[in-house]
Structure formats: structure tokens, C-alpha cells
């Protein structure tokens, strides 16, 4: 058998006043959500481990079967990969802002008055090669931005050139060891180089004419090296695919070599097409033995502190479920669950465990009417996220006996 594995980004929940204390997945109508995990096995998985609050990427990672403390080597890395830019194994990537920093090279303002337009123009001309380094500059949101250096013999071992405060001057960066020399000689180089190319800009150009602060620096911390994942297949002993309209994730399974099926049109948010989402991951189940599925709505409605927008997303899965796999459930093991809880009652991540169902032909059946984090309780599972792939390999027939 085949696995497909759901994952609704931020699932899991608290009770909400909003929903007459109950969760949204509790209140959502969702039958056939809830026929498959009434007739597969549910439970808890705690994403890292107890008590720890994941993120999207150490969670995905996990999930896959990847050590997160291993493999996860900081937020300049993962947010770059988040940025879309296609990144390779040793790569160095850094958290950026643009700024605004004075003649004197003195940091007035952080973040460039949240500048929310004209970033992209910004960005594309930055990307440049100083020596024989490759550099990548892609925006993110408002201020925030994503820096990349692709060459031999750079390192992470430097200094950040953020000083992470107003009106102080901007920092050289200094290496903090030898191996970071040559990356701080680059480092320095762009930053000149990107004040020069950002003070002639046409966006800056306007904004001084309308006396706005000027995004004319660039501020960068956190570096990291890009982790060369272990391939999928080579780690499983089977094909693996994925469809994720959020870079983060697709960067992730990128990186582990896994095949993209994502369609396009695809949003990433609550108004995306779940239904072709699922549609090409059974196509894609044709070619591949697993395929990972991110479904991104839930925890923006998480983020967003809405529960009945959260609730009613839930309930848009659940018609996709209804059209597109509940026909072909006796050939898929099908898992369904969220990367962490987003309670809508924090806005935020949280370390509560996240309901899962397992669902495939012959499966053992828990049998509880609603599956939600509250019936999850009194099921067969209570999981780890590294013992996810275990369980589904299993499920799948596809997993060797450990021992005689
Ligand atoms: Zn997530
Ligand atoms: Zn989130």
C-alpha cells in the first residue's frame, strides 16, 4: 500500500468561547473525517517531544524522520528557504532587513519604516557576484528579506553587521574564526556595494522626494549553513513526493530530495484549492510511494485568532476528503494530522499535543463518534513526531521486522 500523508498546518486547538468552548476541530461538521478515523486508530503525537513548541520547519523535519536538533541549523537558513529562493546543500543564508542607516552610517531605523512597497525592485538588484561568490537577496514580508551566499570556502562563522539598535553605526563584520574569514571579506564588500546599488535606486529616489525613510541598507544576522539532508529515499527505501504552497515546506522536501507535485493556483492560505491539492497527491501516489500534502489554512486562521474561520477551513477539507479520497481508501493508508497546535485563543504556536487518525483497509478502528484533540485522547496512538514514519511504513506493509 501506498501512504498519504494530510498535514493541516497548526491543527490542533483549544477550546474557543467563540465555538461554545468547543475546539474547531471538535465544532466542524466533518463526516468523513470523521468515518475514516472511526474506523482507523486516532490519537496524540506530540510533534518534537513533550512540551516543546515546534515550528514548521523542526516539525516537518521530524515528521520525515529527520533529527531536528541535527539537522536544523538556525532561522537564517529555513527563513531563506521559507523566501522561495532555491537553495543547495552549503549554502550560507542570513535573516535580513532593509534599513535605514544615515551618511554617517549610523542605523536610524531598523526597519526601513516597515517599508511594505517596492521591496522586489529593491531586492532584484541586489543579487550579485563579488569574487567567485554567488549572492541572492529575495524579500520577504515588509522589511524583512532573505540573504544567500553560494561559493567555496564561505562559512557561518561570522559576525552579525546587525547591531540590533537605533543609532548606533553599522557594525563591519568580523569573522569568528578563521574559516569565516573570506565570508566576512564578502559580507563587508556587499554591504558597500548594496549602498551604493539601494542610494541610486528609483524606489528610494521617490522616497525621498516624499520624505519617507529610505530603505538604503541592508542588516544581517543569524547565519547558517543550508544542512545537506539525507535523501528520502535512501533514508526509507521509498519514493517520496510532496505538494506545499509554502516555501518553507516544499524547501524542506526539496532538500531531502523529494518529488514536487504541487498544482498550481495553489495558495498557501485559507482560499486555496484543497481538493486539487489531494487530487494531485493521488496522481502523484501513482508514480511515488508516499506523498506529503501541507494544507496551510488552518494555522493562519490560528494566527489570525479566528476559530470560526479556522472551524469552517476544516470543514473545507473535509468535502475535499469526501471527493477525492474516500474513494480510494481501501488502497492508501491514509494519515491525517497538524505539523503543531495554533490555538486561536494564543494567536501562536503552542506545545499541545495534535490529534491524528491512521486510516487503511483492515486497520483496527477506534471507534469514537468525533475525532478531535479531546476523543484523540482515549485512542490506540501516542506518538512522537520521529516514530510518524515508522508507524506509516508500517501501516503500509512496507516496513522490515526489527529482530527475528
Ligand atoms: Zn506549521
Ligand atoms: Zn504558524
Given at each position: 500500500?501506498?501512504?498519504?500523508?494530510?498535514?493541516?498546518?497548526?491543527?490542533?486547538?483549544?477550546?474557543?468561547?467563540?465555538?461554545?468552548?468547543?475546539?474547531?476541530?471538535?465544532?466542524?461538521?466533518?463526516?468523513?473525517?470523521?468515518?475514516?478515523?472511526?474506523?482507523?486508530?486516532?490519537?496524540?503525537?506530540?510533534?518534537?517531544?513533550?512540551?516543546?513548541?515546534?515550528?514548521?520547519?523542526?516539525?516537518?523535519?521530524?515528521?520525515?524522520?529527520?533529527?531536528?536538533?541535527?539537522?536544523?541549523?538556525?532561522?537564517?537558513?529555513?527563513?531563506?528557504?521559507?523566501?522561495?529562493?532555491?537553495?543547495?546543500?552549503?549554502?550560507?543564508?542570513?535573516?535580513?532587513?532593509?534599513?535605514?542607516?544615515?551618511?554617517?552610517?549610523?542605523?536610524?531605523?531598523?526597519?526601513?519604516?516597515?517599508?511594505?512597497?517596492?521591496?522586489?525592485?529593491?531586492?532584484?538588484?541586489?543579487?550579485?557576484?563579488?569574487?567567485?561568490?554567488?549572492?541572492f537577496f529575495k524579500e520577504g514580508i515588509e522589511h524583512r528579506a532573505a540573504l544567500v551566499l553560494r561559493g567555496d570556502g564561505l562559512s557561518p562563522e561570522v559576525s552579525d553587521n546587525d547591531p540590533h539598535e537605533e543609532n548606533v553605526e553599522v557594525p563591519n563584520v568580523i569573522p569568528l574564526s578563521k574559516k569565516g574569514e573570506k565570508t566576512a571579506r564578502i559580507l563587508n564588500e556587499f554591504y558597500n556595494r548594496s549602498r551604493?546599488?539601494?542610494?541610486?535606486?528609483?524606489?528610494?529616489?521617490?522616497?525621498?522626494?516624499?520624505?519617507?525613510?529610505?530603505?538604503?541598507?541592508?542588516?544581517?544576522?543569524?547565519?547558517?549553513?543550508?544542512?545537506?539532508?539525507?535523501?528520502?529515499?535512501?533514508?526509507?527505501?521509498?519514493?517520496?513526493?510532496?505538494?506545499?504552497?509554502?516555501?518553507?515546506?516544499?524547501?524542506?522536501?526539496?532538500?531531502?530530495?523529494?518529488?514536487?507535485?504541487?498544482?498550481?493556483?495553489?495558495?498557501?492560505?485559507?482560499?486555496?484549492?484543497?481538493?486539487?491539492?489531494?487530487?494531485?497527491?493521488?496522481?502523484?501516489?501513482?508514480?511515488?510511494?508516499?506523498?506529503?500534502?501541507?494544507?496551510?489554512?488552518?494555522?493562519?486562521?490560528?494566527?489570525?485568532?479566528?476559530?470560526?474561520?479556522?472551524?469552517?477551513?476544516?470543514?473545507?477539507?473535509?468535502?475535499?476528503?469526501?471527493?477525492?479520497?474516500?474513494?480510494?481508501?481501501?488502497?492508501?493508508?491514509?494519515?491525517?494530522?497538524?505539523?503543531?497546535?495554533?490555538?486561536?485563543?494564543?494567536?501562536?504556536?503552542?506545545?499541545?499535543?495534535?490529534?491524528?487518525?491512521?486510516?487503511?483497509?483492515?486497520?483496527?478502528?477506534?471507534?469514537?463518534?468525533?475525532?478531535?484533540?479531546?476523543?484523540?485522547?482515549?485512542?490506540?496512538?501516542?506518538?512522537?513526531?520521529?516514530?510518524?514514519?515508522?508507524?506509516?511504513?508500517?501501516?503500509?506493509?512496507?516496513?522490515?521486522?526489527?529482530?527475528?
Amino acid at each position: 500500500m501506498k501512504v498519504l500523508l494530510i498535514i493541516a498546518d497548526g491543527l490542533g486547538d483549544r477550546p474557543s468561547t467563540d465555538l461554545g468552548g468547543m475546539t474547531p476541530l471538535e465544532a466542524a461538521i466533518k463526516p468523513n473525517i470523521d468515518y475514516l478515523a472511526r474506523n482507523g486508530i486516532i490519537g496524540l503525537i506530540d510533534p518534537i517531544s513533550p512540551g516543546i513548541i515546534p515550528g514548521s520547519d523542526t516539525s516537518h523535519l521530524t515528521y520525515l524522520g529527520y533529527d531536528a536538533y541535527k539537522y536544523y541549523t538556525g532561522r537564517g537558513p529555513f527563513e531563506a528557504l521559507g523566501s522561495g529562493l532555491k537553495l543547495e546543500p552549503g549554502d550560507i543564508a542570513f535573516r535580513a532587513n532593509f534599513a535605514t542607516v544615515d551618511n554617517n552610517g549610523i542605523v536610524r531605523d531598523r526597519r526601513a519604516g516597515r517599508i511594505r512597497s517596492g521591496t522586489d525592485l529593491l531586492a532584484k538588484s541586489l543579487n550579485m557576484r563579488i569574487d567567485d561568490v554567488d549572492i541572492f537577496f529575495k524579500e520577504g514580508i515588509e522589511h524583512r528579506a532573505a540573504l544567500v551566499l553560494r561559493g567555496d570556502g564561505l562559512s557561518p562563522e561570522v559576525s552579525d553587521n546587525d547591531p540590533h539598535e537605533e543609532n548606533v553605526e553599522v557594525p563591519n563584520v568580523i569573522p569568528l574564526s578563521k574559516k569565516g574569514e573570506k565570508t566576512a571579506r564578502i559580507l563587508n564588500e556587499f554591504y558597500n556595494r548594496s549602498r551604493e546599488i539601494l542610494n541610486a535606486h528609483e524606489v528610494n529616489k521617490e522616497k525621498r522626494e516624499r520624505s519617507l525613510p529610505e530603505a538604503n541598507a541592508i542588516l544581517f544576522r543569524g547565519g547558517g549553513i543550508v544542512p545537506e539532508l539525507p535523501n528520502f529515499e535512501l533514508k526509507h527505501g521509498i519514493k517520496g513526493g510532496f505538494i506545499a504552497a509554502v516555501s518553507l515546506v516544499s524547501g524542506i522536501c526539496r532538500l531531502a530530495g523529494m518529488k514536487n507535485f504541487t498544482p498550481p493556483g495553489v495558495t498557501g492560505s485559507t482560499d486555496t484549492n484543497v481538493a486539487a491539492k489531494l487530487k494531485a497527491a493521488v496522481n502523484g501516489l501513482k508514480e511515488v510511494d508516499f506523498v506529503l500534502v501541507n494544507i496551510k489554512g488552518t494555522d493562519i486562521a490560528g494566527h489570525d485568532g479566528n476559530a470560526i474561520k479556522k472551524k469552517e477551513f476544516i470543514e473545507k477539507i473535509d468535502k475535499a476528503i469526501g471527493e477525492i479520497l474516500i474513494g480510494e481508501k481501501d488502497s492508501l493508508v491514509i494519515a491525517f494530522t497538524g505539523d503543531h497546535s495554533t490555538p486561536t485563543s494564543l494567536k501562536e504556536h503552542s506545545s499541545d499535543p495534535v490529534p491524528i487518525f491512521v486510516h487503511y483497509k483492515g486497520s483496527r478502528r477506534d471507534g469514537f463518534e468525533n475525532f478531535n484533540e479531546m476523543s484523540a485522547r482515549g485512542g490506540t496512538l501516542r506518538l512522537r513526531g520521529n516514530d510518524l514514519m515508522n508507524l506509516l511504513l508500517s501501516s503500509a506493509n512496507l516496513a522490515e521486522k526489527f529482530g527475528a
